[in-house]
């Protein structure tokens, strides 16, 4: 069990039978009444973020997050299939559980898959990934104002923003929290 009093960024418990993250929490002292802690967090399943008020004396349990590494394996159309590359277990995730966390991953890739309680919630796609572009319109010479983009659409079929200079077959080092195009390779 965890106290209000000692929350801390990150920290991961259970806030009303919800799995909730701790974003931000500050401990408030008036000079007349009792202290409270002022917490915004995160619930990891909907994503909502919300603000509460707590007695520093409330205790909450601590959430076990599991978070394992998988192999991504294929998409069949209705579900993607993630492999335990140690047991050899096999999992498949609907396209709502997956979401848009798969749009920068190749067949084959290795991934985390979060859960609690044997619910998984979240894919963690690695930081970086290296994408060959598949189509991309040329640039030209003179069209080279400070910081101009194009569209360029990867092997995944994910669209990036890529300087003009790039071109299709390139390689390129995308990050995958932000979609943004950081090299080519």
Do not use: W
């Not at 979401?99 to 890739?109: Q, Y």
């Amino acid at each position: 069990m965890i106290s209000a009093g000692d929350f801390k960024n990150g920290i991961t418990l259970e806030i009303d039978g919800n799995v909730c993250q701790i974003v931000e929490f500050q401990h408030v002292k008036p000079g007349k009444g009792a202290a409270f802690v002022r917490t915004k967090y995160k619930n990891i399943i909907t994503g909502s973020v919300l603000e509460k008020s707590f007695r520093p004396t409330e205790k909450f349990p601590q959430a076990r997050i599991e978070r394992v590494d998988m192999q991504y394996l294929y998409n069949d159309g209705d579900l993607y299939y993630f492999m335990n590359t140690e047991t050899f277990d096999q999992i498949g995730l609907t396209a709502d559980q997956v979401a848009d966390s798969l749009k920068f991953v190749k067949e084959n890739e290795m991934v985390k898959i979060c859960s609690h309680n044997g619910n998984v919630f979240a894919i963690e796609p690695p930081l970086f990934v290296e994408l060959e572009v598949i189509e991309t319109e040329p640039g030209f010479a003179g069209n080279t104002a400070q910081g101009a983009t194009k569209p360029a659409t990867v092997e995944t079929g994910a669209q990036v923003q890529v300087p003009l200079f790039v071109n299709q077959g390139d390689k390129l080092k995308i990050d995958t929290r932000t979609g943004e195009y950081l090299s080519r390779v």
